[in-house]
């Protein structure tokens, strides 16, 4: 908990520091596992009226949307990675919000499996805006644009794959699947998407996040 009051404490600081109107837009990525998350939720808790967080997650196509998909079947099966998120979207209205200082984004709901519109509003007042997903930092079109856009700095939270897969392990265990449906699920999903975001992330950040707490 201490290194999240600690960063905290850094951001609370860079944020009473700005004038006002000024906004910094940091981009949190990091694989699936690594805890992201979480950290840009205990950051959300510390400067609740300063800090205000937006989810990739937001952005999954619903699950009617995969539906139409050219393999639906693969499209449900490997909802997390790049394809099945509407990355365009994505891009152009987290463009325009950093143009405006303000707007309003989805939120997911895992309970529905499906998406939330307009749950998350971006106000002026809002000094700090931390945008938190796996693919943040990824080198194709369109993520690339967030880099040269929207981030004033880009962050990835720098835990290993192997360590990610065990965190996913235990996640999908502890959440209702066998063993074995949990290996399968992080040996063809997750564990290619943490694969392809540590390969290509960590070049494209300005900061590597190390955290030796880790809250599930």
Request: with cysteine; hydrophobic share 40%; glycine share 6%.
């Amino acid at each position: 908990m201490q290194e999240y009051d600690e960063l905290a404490a850094e951001l609370g600081d860079r944020a009473n520091k700005m004038v006002e109107g000024e906004q910094l837009w940091i981009g949190l990525a990091g694989s699936p596992g690594s805890g992201k998350s979480t950290l840009a939720a205990e950051l959300q808790k510390r400067l609740v009226d300063l800090l205000l967080v937006i989810p990739l997650d937001g952005y999954h196509y619903y699950r009617s949307e995969l539906d139409q998909m050219d393999d639906p079947a693969e499209a449900h099966m490997r909802r997390g990675a790049p394809f099945t998120f509407n990355s365009a979207r994505f891009t152009n209205e987290l463009i325009e919000a950093k143009r405006s200082g303000e707007g309003s984004f989805p939120s997911f709901d895992h309970r529905i499996g499906d998406p939330i519109e307009d749950d998350i509003k971006l106000l002026k007042p809002h000094r700090i805006v931390l945008v938190e997903g796996n693919y943040l930092l990824l080198d194709a079109d369109p993520w690339s644009q967030l880099r040269d856009l929207v981030f004033d700095e880009a962050w990835y939270l720098n835990v290993s794959v192997d360590e990610c897969k065990r965190r996913l392990m235990k996640r999908h265990v502890d959440v209702g699947l066998s063993e074995e449906q949990a290996l399968q699920r992080v040996m063809t999903s997750d564990g290619m998407n943490a694969e392809l975001i540590a390969a290509e992330s960590p070049a494209n950040a300005g900061r590597l996040v190390q955290l030796a707490t880790f809250i599930a």
